[in-house]
Every structure is written in C-alpha cells, then in structure tokens.
C-alpha cells in the first residue's frame, strides 16, 4: 500500500519539522475534513454579515448593492442557507 507525505506542522525534532505519513486509506478523511472547514469558514462569514448588516447605513448598503429591505431579509435568514448573493 502506497503512502502519501501530507506536511502537517508538528513537533520539531532535533531541530527538523517532523512530517505525518498518511496511508491511501485515511485520505478520504482528510478531504471531508476540508470539506468541513470550508463550510465553517462560509458559515462564519455569513453569520458575521447577518450581524453587520443591520447596522450599516443607506449608504453602504447602496455600496454593496442591497436595499434595506433586502438586508433585512439577509439578516434574519438562517446562517446555514445559502442566499441569492452567495457564490456557488
């Protein structure tokens, strides 16, 4: 069975980066991880939008390209849905 070098930081020794070998069967579970943290960061961006767009002015939301009607219904909808403004 092949082994992939993936170059986790870990601990030094003796002054060199010791570096985690991962067998072809734990790979799935690295990229669900990935997968994972990927929706944590967009979840965190969107539920620090929700927070923010309450208090922005006319003016800045006129920036970003929403009215405040609109902003609103941004804010108040749950972090875990996607809205029409998010990428794909």
Known sequence: MAATVIPFPMHRVAGAPRTLTVSRVHEPRLAGVAILRGWLRRWSARRA?????????????????????????????????AGAHDAA
């Open 49 to 81: 939008l929700s927070r923010d767009l309450p208090r922005m002015t006319d003016e800045m939301l006129a920036d970003v390209g929403l009215s405040r009607r609109e902003a609103v219904a941004e804010s108040r909808r749950p972090f875990w849905r």
